[in-house]
């Protein structure tokens, strides 16, 4: 219940993070969709797009810099890369042979 | 979809459902009329964002979804008594096997600690609600939504039969063409989102909202299993969105993630399931550690034995818990390296939990043990879940896994774990919590008679299945021959589990007697206790606490008694308390995902579209509410005050 005492006029920040967040799912979509280019490659440029929405939307809706608990932020950030590469490796070690 | 199949039909077992279900339909819109309750019940209970309230509606929801599972059970147990029983065939054995795993993890198990965590957690740190009372509310609707659209399954459509694991190609449309398994995705879909937010929610409010002077090394044990247990849920559960989300796209777009063909990877579901499947056991079995650790170290009279450790020991476990899911198929064939690294992870948790073991036993140790309904359940625990946990260990090892997997050892290995760990827990915090909730004790004498029959009962029915398990009875199988020799352990474990049910009908009972006779606590501490919530009366104003307490100690209450400093309120400094209103949205909210959820289970997309858009217009108009809450005077927080001071 805490108040926020600096409210902007318009959530700028906002509203640019969404339309970029879009324009990479479009791109994202169009890659794989009509871009005719190789598997491997179209799966590499979707993983790139990916990585770059999901600090694109870290940094502008998930207010990565405001916090004043910069320690809390730390650890919770390292434990989710910890999970994601937990999730993603593994997945790739135990399902290797079915490849 | 043809009409003619919307309503399950061809079962008196069936008929009689939907008889049942009208009837309750129609007496509770009877009695609500009658009373006149209908503007108590929305303007107390469904736009309410008190997270006592809230706390309350989970376990109500969750002792509901114990008869339906417990009801599953027993059904199945009738059905296995003997050999070539003809009680239900084959595709109605599916059906109940599926939807009683499902209901007792998702609808019983989680919404049952859910429920105690809303209640206690804010009065054990001092704060006045949760971070976000009215995502609370969100939250619990929403969970509550996903449960009614799962349940209805049995009646319209027919139930899910794919087991609660649902593991594809089984679950696929080509093998499973029903509305059944869409009922499974789309409702655990909804209850999935409620409880990611309830794990947001709690974080913050953890990490937020404590009482000044406690910091996190003085939280109560509980507090600190909740903690954790949010971040598993944040990190466990959009693993499950996900491959929840692949499953529906799967069966209603024809989309090939878990397909046999075209690409797709069958068993990648089975790999998606359990990396959030293995965390979600102990999103469920923490919290019972923490209920434990209280019950234990307020009726033993001792502080917690090695309160350090068990705090290591949680995070460990919840570190760990990410780094085992493929001991749920060892057999799948991943090779001996895989099965290795995944066999000793494995075996490293049974450290951390043999830590705690060993912390409760030392706390009972030279304790003034009170033998309290609680506590026997708490007392049980621990034989009942080691029990559990070295069968675990067992089963633990790759190589003699291909031996006891899907057998009844199994069978009976998870339920030691669940039953003795979560299901006991959730009774001990139920009679340790009650007169915070009501105001009034549960029967001690009547929940004795409850703890001897389910424990016995429990014992009855599952210590022979690891039996039967090693003489080959295969998981789901829904019938076997009389050659076989297992019908002499098959009628123990009917008995058994008669036994429990029995014992569930005295807690109802229980439950009614005491809202009748029960003792009334005056007090608002009827248990000598330890920690914060019981500084509050009994049952809780809805503000809590008139001040907020200072913190100094761990056991922060017993710390008050012991100095009688902050025990008295100083009417002097009562100040204005700042609270959120209620809001009637959270509830219309859910309604419009079940119609949403309704209509994709159906491939209604109209309606699932129509209810869709109200989802998003209520997001909308809560974006745009400007409501900042209200505030209770001091005049009134001194009269409600006084006259809780006046019945002690």
Redesign the interface.
């Known amino acids: 219940m805490a108040t926020n005492d600096h409210h902007e006029t318009f959530p700028w920040k906002h509203v640019i993070g969404f339309v970029l967040s879009l324009v990479l799912t479009f791109a994202a979509l169009w890659v794989v969709l009509s871009s005719g280019l190789a598997t491997k490659l179209i799966i590499g440029i979707i993983v790139i797009l990916a990585m770059l929405q999901a600090s694109l939307q870290l940094f502008m809706f998930m207010h990565m810099t405001e916090s004043d608990s910069g320690k809390i932020q730390t650890i919770n950030m390292a434990y989710a890369f910890f999970i994601a590469i937990v999730i993603v490796i593994g997945s790739i070690w135990v399902m290797w042979f079915v490849v | 979809m043809k009409w003619s199949e919307f309503f399950v039909t061809g079962e008196p077992l069936i008929y009689a459902a939907d008889v049942s279900i009208v009837l309750t339909a129609i007496g509770i819109v009877f009695v609500l009329t009658y009373f006149k309750k209908w503007k108590w019940l929305w303007n107390e209970w469904l736009t309410t964002v008190d997270h006592k309230k809230i706390g309350v509606m989970y376990i109500i929801s969750a002792v509901l979804m114990l008869f339906r599972g417990g009801v599953d059970a027993l059904l199945m147990r009738a059905q296995l008594t003997v050999p070539n029983m003809k009680f239900l065939d084959s595709q109605h054995y599916n059906e109940i096997f599926t939807t009683h795993g499902t209901i007792m993890i998702i609808f019983m198990a989680m919404p049952f600690i859910i429920g105690l965590m809303n209640i206690v957690v804010p009065l054990q740190i001092g704060a006045r609600?949760v971070a976000y009372p009215y995502l609370n509310a969100l939250s619990f609707w929403l969970f509550f939504v996903g449960a009614m659209l799962f349940n209805i399954a049995f009646v319209i459509g027919g139930s899910p039969d794919a087991g609660w694991t649902s593991y594809f190609p089984l679950a696929s449309k080509e093998f499973s063409p029903g509305v059944g398994n869409n009922y499974y995705a789309v409702a655990l879909q909804i209850s999935g989102i409620g409880t990611l937010m309830t794990g947001i929610n709690f974080l913050v409010t953890i990490?937020k909202m404590r009482a000044p002077g406690m910091t996190l090394m003085r939280m109560p044990m509980f507090t600190w299993t909740i903690l954790i247990t949010c971040?598993i849920i944040i990190?466990a559960f959009p693993?499950f969105t996900v491959a929840l989300a692949l499953m529906t796209f799967d069966r209603l777009f024809d989309t090939q993630f878990f397909t046999m063909a075209n690409g797709g990877?069958s068993?990648?579901w089975a790999?998606?399931f359990w990396?959030w499947g293995h965390p979600e056991v102990y999103i469920v079995v923490l919290p019972a550690f923490g209920i434990f650790s209280e019950v234990v170290s307020t009726f033993a009279r001792k502080r917690l034995f090695g309160y350090k450790a068990m705090v290591f020991s949680i995070v460990g476990i919840a570190f760990l818990s990410?780094?085992v899911?493929?001991h749920h198929f060892f057999t799948m064939?991943?090779?001996a390296a895989?099965n290795s690294f995944f066999s000793i992870t494995t075996m490293a948790i049974a450290i951390p939990t043999g830590v705690k073991i060993f912390n409760w036993l030392f706390t009972l140790r030279k304790g003034k043990i009170r033998f309290t309904t609680a506590m026997l359940w708490s007392l049980a625990f621990i034989p009942n879940f080691v029990i559990g946990g070295v069968t675990g260990v067992m089963l633990a090892m790759a190589a003699a896994d291909y031996q006891y997997h899907n057998s009844y050892f199994l069978i009976a290995h998870f339920h030691y774990v669940l039953i003795a760990g979560t299901v006991f827990a959730c009774f001990a915090g139920l009679h340790y919590w009650y007169p915070k909730m009501f105001g009034h004790i549960l029967n001690e004498r009547l929940g004795k008679w409850t703890f001897w029959l389910f424990m016995i009962g429990f014992n009855i029915c599952f210590f022979p299945m690891y039996f039967l398990g090693l003489m080959g009875m295969t998981r789901r199988m829904y019938t076997y021959s009389a050659g076989l020799g297992w019908t002499p352990l098959n009628v123990v474990a009917t008995v058994g589990a008669a036994l429990m049910g029995i014992g569930f009908i005295v807690l109802c009972y229980n439950i009614y007697y005491s809202a009748r006779y029960g003792e009334r606590d005056m007090t608002g501490d009827p248990w000598d206790g330890r920690t914060l919530e019981w500084a509050t009366s009994s049952p809780v104003a809805h503000y809590n606490f008139a001040i907020i307490p200072e913190v100094t100690d761990l056991d922060a209450y017993w710390v008050m008694k012991k100095t009688g400093k902050g025990l008295e309120i100083d009417e002097e400094k009562l100040k204005p308390i700042?609270m959120?209103s209620n809001s009637g949205r959270p509830f219309l909210i859910s309604i419009a995902f079940f119609f949403a959820g309704f209509g994709l289970v159906f491939e209604w997309y109209t309606m699932a579209i129509i209810a869709t858009i109200f989802i998003i217009l209520g997001l909308i108009l809560r974006s745009f509410d400007d409501d900042?809450?209200y505030y209770i005077s001091v005049d009134e927080i001194k009269r409600t005050e006084r006259l809780a001071r006046k019945g002690a």
Do not use: E, Q, T
Request: proline fraction near 4%; charged fraction near 10%.
């Open positions: 609600d990490l971040v990190f693993v990877m068993m990648l790999n998606l990396i990410f780094l899911w493929v064939g991943a090779g895989v700042h959120p900042d809450g």
